[in-house]
């Protein structure tokens, strides 16, 4: 079924391209009547009609039954059937990988979080994670010919259009998409940037209850932005919109790992908290993290977030000045895009109001009034999870819109 439907797709054909179409209303809005799809897309009620018989024949859309009115018939309900398809998601994190299935609805099947893996520009570091999606895709208990797809999450610059990324696996000619298709046995294969996946995942599943235009703050070991204006991710000419973290912020003469100096990241992401933190514990200053270990060589940055929830007071300190500083070059975000909305995500949000409150106060004190009063700060409600919901989300979406 879900080879019939790829070969279709593929073809580009005018039926092709309706059914696509079909396929991404019912993504958005769950199920409908003919009469509302009809309207919503221009054509008459017995094209759709058509269409819809076909492809339930087929088996992407189901009946789900008649619409409870207030009198008159009862029209029927149709929405996209579960099982006729499968999408993987693979999020690719500085030191683990998540992994996730979803159906052809959307629902979550399996996610399998925090398998470790060393991210690092190398074949080989390619080879372990080609390695990781083959085990995860083996283990599974769906029929292998209804993948559909296979998105994977990557951070820095990555071209989701023409499969190359060039932040990391960034060492053939060939497109990274056509080599991780060769490497897990053929199936289909997309990339995409990681914000923009947290992004997607929150707009499809999470935080966002409506609003069209959304800025997501992603900042972890690194810094990042994901944009969505009039309701459609905004990927830039290339695919490189967001980077967010490497505009420059200070005159500090660090080099970041991009090769500028004085990024914003240099001093406002998960990698300037655990290196400011190391100068701190090395100049004597007093943490749970340097009593309670010998070595600060492994050292990870979920450390210091569970040093912060358990009240350490240095570690504290030093995410609420990430927030002073993260707030301020976010109220210029705002003064620029006006958003509706601003979700402030990725491993460092795991710290709650200690991030979050100074974020906030210091957003009022740097935007424009009017501006301030249109735009609501919240947390991410998927929180880790983010980021591989939506890696899903994208693998589905990326064949149909």
């Known amino acids: 079924m879900g080879e019939n439907l790829l070969k279709e797709i593929e ?14 209303h019912y993504i958005y809005n769950g199920s409908s009547t003919i009469t509302d799809l009809a309207r919503e897309m221009d054509l008459s009620v017995p094209t759709v009609t058509k269409f819809i018989d076909e492809m339930c024949e087929e088996g992407y859309i189901n009946d789900c039954g008649k619409l409870e009115t207030s009198g008159g018939r009862h029209p029927s309900l149709y929405g996209l059937n579960a099982d006729s398809g499968y999408f993987v998601g693979v999020e690719v994190r500085q030191f683990s990988v998540n992994l996730g299935l979803i159906n052809f609805k959307g629902d979550i099947v399996q996610l399998k979080m925090n398998v470790p893996f060393k991210a690092k520009n190398t074949p080989e570091s390619l080879d372990e994670l080609c390695k990781l999606i083959k085990n995860f895709l083996q283990k599974l208990s769906v029929e292998k010919d209804k993948i559909l797809n296979i998105n994977v999450n990557l951070s820095g610059r990555v071209n989701p259009d023409l499969g190359y990324s060039y932040s990391i696996f960034n060492f053939d000619e060939r497109p990274l998409t056509d080599m991780i298709s060769e490497k897990v046995g053929g199936y289909r294969v997309s990339i995409d940037n990681d914000t923009r996946a947290m992004i997607y995942g929150e707009y499809m599943q999470g935080v966002v209850k409506g609003e069209k ?3 997501f703050i992603n900042i972890s070991w690194g810094l990042g932005m994901g944009i969505i204006i009039d309701g459609k991710i905004y990927k830039g000419k290339s695919g490189f919109s ?3 973290g490497h505009n420059f912020g200070y005159e500090n003469q660090i080099i970041c790992h991009c090769g500028k100096k004085g990024c914003i990241e240099t001093e406002v992401s998960g990698a300037a908290l655990h290196r400011i933190l190391l100068e701190h514990i090395n100049n004597g200053e007093n943490s749970i993290i340097s009593n309670a270990r010998k070595s600060l060589d492994d050292l990870t940055l979920d450390d210091i977030i569970e040093a912060v929830n358990k009240e350490d007071l240095l570690c504290i300190e030093l995410v609420e000045e990430i927030g002073v500083k993260l707030g301020r070059h976010v109220a210029g975000l705002i003064n620029i895009f006006n958003p509706e909305l601003v979700i402030i995500g990725g491993s460092l ?3 709650g109001d200690y991030l979050t409150q100074p974020i906030t106060t210091a957003i009022r004190k740097y935007t424009l009034n009017l501006m301030n009063r249109d735009s609501v700060i919240v947390e991410s409600k998927l929180k880790e999870r983010a980021g591989i919901i939506g890696a899903c989300m994208l693998s589905r979406s990326k064949l149909f819109e």
Do not use: D
């Open 11 to 24: 073809k580009g054909s005018k039926m092709a391209v309706m059914k696509k179409k079909i396929i991404t």
């Open 213 to 215: 235009n959304i800025i």
């Open 242 to 244: 967001g980077e967010f």
């Open 349 to 351: 949000s795991r710290t």
